[in-house]
């Protein structure tokens, strides 16, 4: 926020969340009272022309989704001082607050939140948007069960090229490389969501951003910890390979439902809400709502209870309703995220809030120099706050929030980028020419060197994978190709005693080839 200045028409109210890039409050629409959650772009990042294009294509990306299951954007306000996000306020809380304070929601209460999330996903993915950063913090929890996707800060187009960017946690393993994403990509994060709702933790929770970045491309998927009637539907989504993942949201739906219904029978659905609402009722002195909103002379409470109960208390008894005036319960230590921006995202002092997770800390995390050998391309993702791509531009197009129960007034915003035609991009031949092996002294260690030839069909980059199997495991080693033709690469894998035998494979687009060679170990 600059100032004093405010969205024309909307009374601030209080502040949901703050952090490095901006400022999240609760505001109402003068004109019908209609509460709202305002994003501000921060001062500092109003100047930097990048993050403004960005800011920008968040606005353009939302304004194009308008499904029960994603939060809808109302206006875009940008002036020479200041941009702002105008959103539908979700009077819930995150299921990153319900996992960290509850555990595991059960397995009915996870399959609600993935049906909820996919179908969000799905109406993206119709419209040609990619989210990349599904998590925890980015799904709303109502308290009558009802689930929305938030935060679509670094969303990208289907067909835009994408630099290595995501919340560690929950990327795909082709996500951690410069390369294509898509749909499959977001079927991975949702359910590696949906196995933290099964089993209270991430399916690989181990320390540092390398170490993530193997146990996602390279472990066994941990399909073992879910209930039995769900691991088929875990394995499916969590493969490595995204060619053997659903292709698409609406396509892991279908196999959501038969698992369901297989496993847990008729009235799943309804089962998994209600609980799902409990765990939400919980936390409820977090939702925005739930501390007094003063219009004119009078505060309001408003506190909803389950989808049709809904209770409105006047004055001091509002003071009452809120455990002697709020001052039960003392928010404190706000999330320096603000992306999910329509919930409060405060941690509530009465609950011990646990300890940080791996890979999902509160500060963007240092690049850190990777292990001998390995060499992911792109650039390197943040241990929380995902680093955003360059916008597009394009033709202009104009939002307006719902005429009955939010702003009516039309505000244009950012272009429209226009969808590039490009011809596809295939692995059209790949070969593992030679293993050289290289014994030159035992100081300077034994190099093992792959001949590798990868054929391409279309314009756009192939991320080409050879991994190096030896006695003390295996090294894989990552590089990128770009552009119609046969390329040839070399990349080299150096051991400090003698491996014997070094069998090398190597991966790119669904094709794949082996090789092997021997070093001379009496050398």
């Not at 004093?4 to 209080?14: F, K, L, S």
């Not at 109960?309 to 319960?329: D, H, P, S, Y």
């Not at 991966?507 to 021997?518: F, I, M, N, P, R």
């Amino acid at each position: 926020m600059d100032g004093n200045w405010t969205v024309p028409g909307y009374r601030q109210v209080r502040i949901l969340g703050q952090g490095a890039s901006g400022t999240v409050v609760l505001a109402v629409h003068e004109a019908t009272g209609t509460p709202a959650a305002i994003k501000y772009l921060s001062d500092g990042l109003r100047s930097d022309a990048g993050f403004l294009d960005r800011f920008r294509a968040e606005a353009r990306l939302m304004a194009e989704l308008a499904d029960p299951h994603v939060v809808r954007l109302y206006e875009y306000v940008e002036t020479p001082a200041a941009a702002a996000l105008v959103m539908e306020l979700v009077d819930g809380v995150t299921l990153k607050d319900i996992v960290a304070t509850q555990g595991p929601t059960g397995p009915e209460a996870a399959l609600v939140v993935l049906k909820g999330s996919l179908r969000g996903l799905a109406a993206a993915h119709a419209a040609g948007v990619i989210h990349r950063d599904y998590k925890p913090a980015n799904v709303l929890v109502r308290d009558d069960g009802e689930s929305r996707l938030a935060d679509f800060g670094i969303a990208i187009r289907a067909e835009e090229r994408a630099t290595a960017c995501g919340t560690p946690a929950y990327m795909a393993p082709e996500q951690w490389i410069t390369g294509t994403v898509g749909p499959a990509t977001d079927v991975y994060a949702a359910t590696a969501v949906f196995y933290e709702c099964l089993t209270g933790e991430r399916p690989y929770p181990v320390e540092g951003l390398w170490a993530l970045a193997a146990a996602h491309r390279l472990d066994p998927i941990p399909a073992g910890r879910v209930p039995p009637e769900l691991r088929d539907l875990v394995a499916r989504g969590l493969a490595k390979d995204f060619a053997d993942r659903p292709p698409s949201a609406d396509a892991f739906l279908a196999e959501l439902e038969d698992a369901a219904l297989a496993g847990y029978g008729p009235g799943w659905e309804e089962r998994g809400r209600v609980r799902l609402a409990a765990l939400a009722a919980l936390l409820a002195y977090l939702f925005p709502l739930a501390q007094p909103i003063a219009t004119g002379g009078t505060a309001l409470a408003l506190t909803r209870l389950g989808k049709s109960r809904l209770m409105v208390v006047a004055g001091a008894a509002a003071g009452a309703l809120l455990a002697g005036g709020g001052g039960a319960f003392v928010l404190a230590g706000v999330h320096h995220e603000i992306g999910v921006g329509a919930t409060a995202t405060s941690t509530p002092s009465a609950i011990a809030a646990p300890g940080p997770s791996p890979g999902d800390t509160d500060s963007p995390s240092t690049s850190p120099t990777p292990p001998h050998g390995t060499t992911p391309t792109g650039s390197t993702p943040s241990s929380d706050t995902p680093t955003a791509p360059p916008a597009t531009t394009g033709s202009p197009v104009t939002t307006t929030a719902p005429p009955t129960t939010a702003p009516t007034t039309p505000v244009a915003i950012a272009p429209k980028p226009t969808p590039k035609k490009t011809p596809p991009t295939t692995v059209t031949g790949l070969t593992v020419k030679n293993v050289g092996t290289a014994s030159t002294a035992r100081a300077s260690g034994y190099t093992a060197t792959a001949y590798v030839s990868v054929t391409v069909s279309g314009p756009g980059a192939v991320a080409v994978t050879v991994t190096f199997s030896a006695g003390d495991g295996s090294h894989p080693v990552s590089q990128t190709v770009s552009g119609s033709g046969t390329h040839d690469l070399t990349p080299t894998w150096t051991y400090k005693q003698c491996p014997g035998t070094v069998r090398v494979s190597a991966s790119a687009g669904g094709l794949s080839d082996t090789g092997s060679g021997s070093f001379a170990c009496g050398e």
